[in-house]
C-alpha cells in the first residue's frame, strides 16, 4: 500500500498564501442557519411538551376543545377589555404548564407587533376609520376621492381609530398565545393524532407525520452537505451552481427513499388503507380540566 | 427440518442493467440461523428482500412454506396477512423503516395493519419495549433517537408482529459495541424461541459469534459457498476470492477461544 502513496501525500506543503482579507458568508450559510434554528425549535418544542405541567397532563382532545372554546371567544368579543380579561384568564394556565412565561409572552408580543399592530397602524387614520378626532397628521390642500376611497382634507387619527388597531393587536396576541399554549404542549405525533377529531382521514394523517419526518431528514442532509462543501472550500465559490446540483441529488435520494419507505410498510402489512394507533384514553384530568375550560369559557362570554 | 424460504434460480437486475442475483438457489430450514456474507454490492441485501417479499425475482421462484409465491400472491388478502406475519425484514437503514409519529407507534404499526385489536397489539409493545430496554423512549419521535435506539425501535417494530422468519440486513452496522453485543445475544435468544434468523453482514467475527449456517456470495451475485461458519472462515482462499478478506487476514486464538480479526502487518516491498 505504502507504494501507492502519491509522492504529494507523503510531503507536508506550505499553506497557500494567494488572496487575502476577508472571507464573507454566502447566503447559504444564512439558510443553513435557519435549518439549525428549526432544528432548536423542534428539539425545544419537543422538550416543553415533555415537561411535568398543566397541559402536558392533558389529553390532546381536551387541549383541541380548549383551542377551540377560547379561539370563538376572542373572535366573538368586540371590545379592547374583553380581550384584555380572556389575555389574564389565559395567562394561568400558561404558567401552569411550565412553558418559560418570558419566552412565551415574547413571541406573543412578537407576533402581536406584526400582524396585529404593525398591520393595523393604517386603520387609526380617518382615511381608514372616520371618526371622533384625536390628533391631526396632515392638512392637504383640498379632500380627494377616487373609485371607493375618499381622502379628507385633513388627516387625522381618530378614536375608533385607536380602538380597532388596539383590537386588532389584542385579538392576535390572544389567538397567538391560546395556539401557542397548545402546540407547545404537545408532541407533534399527538397534534397529528388531535387532527381524527375533525375526521381528518388517517391516510392524510399518515402523509403529514412523513411529510414532517423527512423534512427533518433531508434538512439534516443539506445540512451535512453544506458542511462538507465548507470543510473543503476556501473562500466563496459558486452558490447557486451548488444548490442546483444539491436540489437534484436531494430529489434523486427523496424518490429512493420513498420506494424503500413504502417496501418498509409493505413489510409490515401496509396495503394501502392505514390503521394508526388511536389516542390516549380520556383520564379524569380531562374530563376535570374539560369542565374547567367550558366553565371559564361561559364565564368569559357573559362578561 | 421444514423449509420456511426458499429460491430457485433467481435472478434480479437493477433497472434491468445492474444484475443483483444471478440464478441464486437456497433453502431456509424453519429455526435456522443463518448469515449471508458478501463483499459490497454482491447482492445481500436484494437477496434478503427477496426472501421477504420485498422485491420479485425477474426469473426463477421464490417459495413460502413450499408454495411458490409472486408479485399477485400478494393481492389475495389471507396470504399477504399470513406471508407478513410469519417473515420480518429489519433494513439495514433504520430511518427508512421509522415513518410513524412515535416510537410506540412504530410498534404497534404492524399489528394494527394485519388487523390485531389495539389492545393486544399495545400489549405487545409494552412488552417488546421492556425486552429492548426502550420503555423511556415511547412518546419519543424517532428522528430524536440514536442509532443504537433506532436500531432496536426498528427491530421491536417487526418483533411485535411475531414473525416466525427475522431477516436483518446489517443489523449490527454503525452500532457500538455495546449494542452490537445486545443485539447479538437478542438473535441468540430469539433464534433459542424458535425464531429463524437470516442476516446479512461482512462482519466475519459476527459470523463466528453467530455460528450458524454460513451463505456466501461472489462478486458474480451466485451462491459461492454454503457451510458452517468454521468452515466458510477456514476457506480463506476462498473468501480471498470473494473479497471478504485481505491477504494479510488471519484468525488468531485469544483467552476466550478463536476471535477473526484483521490483523495488520507490512510486507517487504
Redesign the interface.
Known amino acids: 500500500m505504502?507504494?501507492k502513496i502519491p509522492s504529494f501525500l507523503l510531503n507536508t506543503q506550505p499553506y497557500p498564501k494567494a488572496g487575502g482579507g476577508t472571507v464573507k458568508g454566502s447566503f447559504i450559510d444564512k439558510g443553513i442557519g435557519h435549518i439549525s434554528e428549526f432544528y432548536e425549535t423542534v428539539?425545544l418544542q419537543?422538550e416543553l411538551s415533555?415537561k411535568d405541567g398543566l397541559f402536558q397532563r392533558l389529553n390532546a382532545k381536551t387541549k383541541v376543545l380548549f383551542l377551540v372554546l377560547y379561539l370563538f371567544v376572542v373572535s366573538v368579543k368586540k371590545d379592547v377589555p374583553s380581550e384584555v380579561l380572556t389575555a389574564v384568564f389565559i395567562l394561568p394556565f400558561v404558567t401552569m404548564s411550565r412553558v418559560g412565561i418570558l419566552a412565551f409572552y415574547w413571541k406573543v408580543f412578537i407576533a402581536g407587533l406584526l400582524f396585529g399592530f404593525i398591520a393595523g397602524v393604517p386603520a387609526v387614520l380617518n382615511v381608514i376609520t372616520p371618526g371622533e378626532p384625536v390628533y391631526t397628521i396632515l392638512e392637504l390642500r383640498r379632500q380627494y376621492d377616487f373609485w371607493i376611497y375618499h381622502v379628507p382634507q385633513t388627516i387625522t387619527v381618530t378614536r375608533e381609530g385607536i380602538l380597532a388597531a388596539l383590537m386588532l393587536t389584542a385579538r392576535v396576541a390572544n389567538s397567538v398565545s391560546i395556539t401557542l399554549l397548545v402546540v407547545c404542549t404537545t408532541?407533534?405525533?399527538e397534534v397529528?393524532?388531535a387532527l381524527k377529531l375533525f375526521r381528518v382521514p388517517e391516510y392524510f394523517l399518515m402523509i403529514l407525520?412523513?411529510s414532517h419526518?423527512y423534512a427533518?431528514?433531508f434538512l439534516k442532509m443539506l445540512r451535512d452537505m453544506h458542511t462538507a462543501k465548507k470543510a473543503r472550500l476556501i473562500g466563496s465559490a459558486d452558490a447557486a451552481g451548488w444548490i442546483a446540483g444539491r436540489a437534484a441529488y436531494i430529489f434523486k435520494k427523496t424518490q429512493l427513499?420513498c420506494e424503500?419507505?413504502y417496501?418498509?410498510?409493505?413489510?409490515?402489512?401496509?396495503?394501502g388503507e392505514v390503521?394508526?394507533?388511536?389516542m390516549q384514553h380520556t383520564k379524569t384530568v380531562d374530563i376535570m380540566a374539560g369542565a374547567m375550560f367550558l366553565t371559564l369559557w361561559m364565564l368569559l362570554l357573559i362578561l | 427440518m421444514e423449509t420456511i424460504l426458499a429460491l430457485k434460480g433467481a435472478a434480479y437486475k437493477y433497472y434491468e442493467k445492474i444484475t443483483a442475483l444471478n440464478g441464486v438457489s437456497l433453502s431456509i430450514g424453519r429455526g435456522q440461523r443463518i448469515a449471508v456474507i458478501g463483499a459490497n454490492g454482491s447482492g445481500k441485501s436484494s437477496l434478503l428482500?427477496v426472501l421477504?417479499?420485498?422485491?420479485f425475482p425477474q426469473s426463477g421462484e421464490v417459495f413460502f412454506e413450499g408454495v411458490p409465491f409472486t408479485e399477485k400472491s400478494f393481492k389475495n388478502?389471507e396470504f399477504?396477512?399470513r406471508f407478513?406475519?410469519a417473515v420480518?425484514?429489519v433494513?439495514q437503514?433504520s430511518?427508512?423503516?421509522l415513518?410513524?409519529?412515535?416510537v410506540?407507534?412504530e410498534l404497534?404499526?404492524?399489528p394494527?395493519?394485519?388487523g390485531m385489536d389495539?389492545g393486544e397489539?399495545?400489549g405487545r409493545a409494552v412488552e417488546i419495549m421492556r425486552m429492548l430496554d426502550i420503555e423511556a423512549l415511547r412518546?419519543?419521535?424517532?428522528?430524536?433517537l440514536s442509532g443504537g435506539e433506532k436500531k432496536k425501535a426498528a427491530i421491536g417494530?417487526?418483533l411485535t408482529?411475531n414473525p416466525e422468519a427475522i431477516l436483518l440486513d446489517e443489523p449490527t452496522s454503525g452500532l457500538d459495541p455495546r449494542t452490537q453485543a445486545f443485539l447479538v445475544e437478542l438473535l441468540f435468544a430469539l433464534n433459542d424461541a424458535g425464531k429463524t434468523i437470516v442476516l446479512s453482514t461482512h462482519d466475519l467475527a459476527l459470523v463466528e459469534e453467530l455460528q450458524g449456517e454460513t451463505v456466501v456470495l461472489s462478486e458474480g451475485h451466485t451462491i459461492e459457498r454454503v457451510g458452517s461458519a468454521d468452515d466458510i472462515l477456514a476457506d480463506e482462499e476462498m473468501l480471498l476470492r470473494v473479497n471478504l478478506i485481505h491477504e494479510h487476514f488471519h484468525r488468531h486464538k485469544g483467552p476466550r477461544g478463536t476471535i477473526t480479526h484483521l490483523h495488520r502487518h507490512?510486507h517487504g516491498?
Do not use: H
Open positions: 505504502k507504494s428539539f419537543w415533555q408532541p407533534f405525533s397529528v393524532k407525520t412523513l419526518k427533518f431528514i427513499r424503500d419507505v417496501k418498509a410498510m409493505a413489510g409490515r402489512g401496509f396495503t390503521k394508526l394507533a388511536k | 428482500q421477504a417479499g420485498l422485491m388478502a399477504l396477512r407478513r406475519t420480518g425484514y433494513f437503514d430511518d427508512v423503516q415513518f410513524c409519529p412515535t410506540y407507534d404497534v404499526f404492524g394494527l395493519q394485519i389495539e397489539a399495545s412518546d419519543r419521535p424517532p428522528y430524536m417494530s417487526v408482529m507490512a516491498d
